[in-house]
């Protein structure tokens, strides 16, 4: 949550920080500003609001300068508001500064400030932070540099921060801690940002920083980077494999359609290299690499959040199938404060698009301390979790820009499908013919997935009928029970529309109580092994009169007999059957967003990167 950007350069700064934080604005929208380096001192331009009323807010202002620093924020202290907006200045303004995460020991030390004499003029957490900074650079007669570390070293919290400074405006100070950052080195300019996005059109040359590193940027000086506790570092120069296209809408009304859309390739992206369905091949670099660790395994533990959680649940399932082993699912906020039991033989999979869910990462931490075997399947290439698990598997899916996850939770299970067939194959629990069955399935699955999309005006007739529901129930058995949670969140995120997700068998046991003319209830009823069973909750809706909107297999009969409105997706294997499920789902919650005048991308109180636990 909360996005930030810097630039240090010659070109000028301002239009190089809106059009980053135009990038970033998917981290958190209720505010925005910026501060740049000016004759003197700083000049600090914010509101509430988005980049457009940010740039609205400059209009006819001086803008000016080649060093600056800009935020776009996702409230947690303080509610959104002009002046509870970032950058923050130390009351002397001599210090500004943005920040992304939650320094959590922030009351403390505003009353040890407090009673040193400071006074504040916001409710941020972020503005005890810049003050105590300038508190200690005064009362230490210190550098800055020095100061941020004597400080950073009493704060309890997440942060990613870039500081500027009066007295010498030709340089930024980053550090981070919990909170991404990335810092881009162009041709005498340096430029920093939460995610990549905003770096690449300047830059290929990107420094992931690491947990306590600060770096130090001067110009016409090359980076340095040392910790909070003083300790010079060496750093990696990564090359960006990113294009702009993909950070583009490129025709589409919103990047959730744009996404939606996207999934044939993403899917094909997934599995490129990975897969070979003429010579019957499956190789996954991180599963080979460790095999020991694969075959000895007595469980895998599956932790996430949001939609990648919904993944999980379906990775559980194809775990089990394929390789016969037991598989827990775990929220990772649940599991971080549980005291949970972990073994040095459990696999530890921690599934995230944005690679950076602070709940995630946290959970992480945990189970390496027991030793266990961490294992990431993220999209973001170079984030976080990557860099904190012994081996992992990149989704391909490209940058995910509209807040509800649409391609990367279809990337993900094609991962899973692809991580479990070659445990299966390792532990030697998978059939042959079931190997082959699902690669040729998968190899299948992107034109099917284009026949889905060819549904889109049937979809957005059909929104437009459901656009005043007030409730939604979602049902499904098996590997469709993921599906049915996976699309009562997507209706819910951006329609605002309550929707549940649940297991079909579970609705006697409360949601049925529910259930009117009023209520339409979402079934996925494929053609898969509890087939007949779901048509048994399907007549129990309909004998209480709800309305039933089913997601059926081509060519089906029965449930079209029943149902009020019929969804048809291609014919698959069970396992891959949630891909081609949930995509008419997407594109269902999509069309009723929209004619109810929501605002698809950024919907309200959301973040796209979930920083803060
Ligand atoms: C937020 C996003 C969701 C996402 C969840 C987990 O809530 O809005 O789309 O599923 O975080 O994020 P991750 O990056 O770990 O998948």
Redesign the pocket.
């Known amino acids: 949550m909360c996005g930030i950007v810097a630039y240090l350069g010659n070109k000028e700064a301002y239009p190089v920080l809106i059009q980053g934080l135009r990038r970033l604005e998917y981290r958190g929208y209720d505010s925005a500003g910026v501060a740049l380096c000016q004759q003197g001192g700083f000049h600090v331009i914010k509101t509430k609001g988005k980049v457009d009323d940010l740039e609205a807010q400059a209009k006819g202002k001086d803008v000016s300068g080649t060093v600056g620093i800009g935020h776009t924020r996702w409230a947690t202290h303080g509610e959104p508001n002009d002046v509870n907006a970032h950058p923050h200045c130390s009351q002397s303004e001599d210090i500004v500064l943005i920040h992304n995460g939650i320094i959590e020991n922030y009351s403390v030390l505003k009353e040890q400030l407090l009673q040193e004499g400071y006074t504040f003029c916001s409710a941020t957490d972020t503005e005890v932070l810049v003050q105590f900074i300038d508190f200690i650079k005064k009362s230490h007669q210190v550098s800055l540099l020095s100061a941020v570390q004597i400080a950073l070293q009493q704060v309890v919290g997440a942060y990613a921060l870039a500081i500027l400074s009066r007295e010498d405006p030709d340089m930024i100070i980053a550090v981070r801690k919990g909170s991404p950052l990335v810092i881009g080195i162009g041709e005498e300019e340096f430029l920093l940002a939460s995610d990549a996005t905003p770096i690449v059109e300047h830059t290929q040359k990107v420094v992931y920083l690491n947990d306590e590193e600060i770096a130090v940027l001067k110009r016409g000086q090359p980076m340095q980077v040392t910790t909070i506790h003083n300790v010079p570092h060496t750093f990696k120069v990564t090359e960006l494999e990113m294009s702009l296209s993909a950070l583009e809408k490129e025709g589409f009304d919103h990047f959730m359609l744009k996404e939606i859309y996207e999934q044939p390739r993403t899917i094909r992206d997934s599995c490129r290299g990975r897969v070979n369905v003429a010579m019957n091949q499956l190789s996954i670099a991180g599963v080979i690499d460790h095999r020991e660790r694969f075959m000895a395994a007595k469980r895998i533990i599956i932790m996430?959040?949001?939609?990648?959680?919904h993944a999980g649940l379906i990775g559980e399932y194809m775990f089990e199938e394929f390789a016969r082993i037991p598989v827990e699912v775990e929220y990772s906020s649940e599991f971080r404060y549980r005291n949970p039991l972990i073994y040095p033989d459990d696999i530890v999979i921690a599934?995230?698009?944005?690679?950076?869910?602070a709940d995630?990462l946290a959970a992480l931490e945990i189970a390496k301390e027991k030793d266990a075997f961490l294992f990431g399947i993220?999209?973001?290439v170079g984030s976080s979790?990557p860099r904190n698990t012994h081996s992992g598997c990149y989704t391909h899916a490209g940058p995910e820009i509209g807040?509800?996850?649409t391609k990367?939770?279809t990337a993900q299970v094609t991962v899973l499908a692809l991580l479990s067939l070659a445990v299966g194959r390792l532990r030697g629990t998978l059939p042959d013919a079931t190997f082959h069955e699902v690669i040729h399935e998968l190899d299948q699955l992107p034109s099917k997935v284009e026949s889905i999309l060819e549904m889109n005006e049937e979809l957005k007739d059909m929104a437009r009928i459901f656009t005043y529901a007030r409730n939604f129930l979602y049902l499904g058995r098996g590997y469709n029970f993921p599906v049915a949670l996976e699309g009562a969140l997507k209706l819910k995120?951006i329609s605002y529309i309550h929707a549940e997700g649940y297991p079909a068998a579970e609705m006697k046991h409360g949601p049925i109580a529910l259930i009117d003319a009023e209520m339409p209830v979402v079934v996925i009823a494929t053609h898969h092994n509890n087939y007949e069973k779901i048509i048994s909750n399907i007549q129990e809706v309909k004998a209480r009169k709800g309305r039933i909107i089913a997601v059926v297999t081509e060519g089906d009969v029965t449930v079209r007999n029943l149902a009020d409105f019929v969804i048809e997706v291609p014919h698959t294997v069970a396992c891959l059957g949630p891909i081609l499920s949930i995509i008419p789902l997407q594109m269902l919650a999509y069309h009723i967003a929209v004619v109810r005048g929501c605002n698809v991308d950024q919907p309200r109180n959301?973040?796209?990167?979930?920083t803060v636990e």
């Open positions: 996430a959040c949001g939609t990648s959680y599934i995230s698009q944005s690679g950076e869910t995630t993220c999209n973001v979790i807040v509800a996850s990367a939770f995120e959301l973040a796209k990167s979930v």
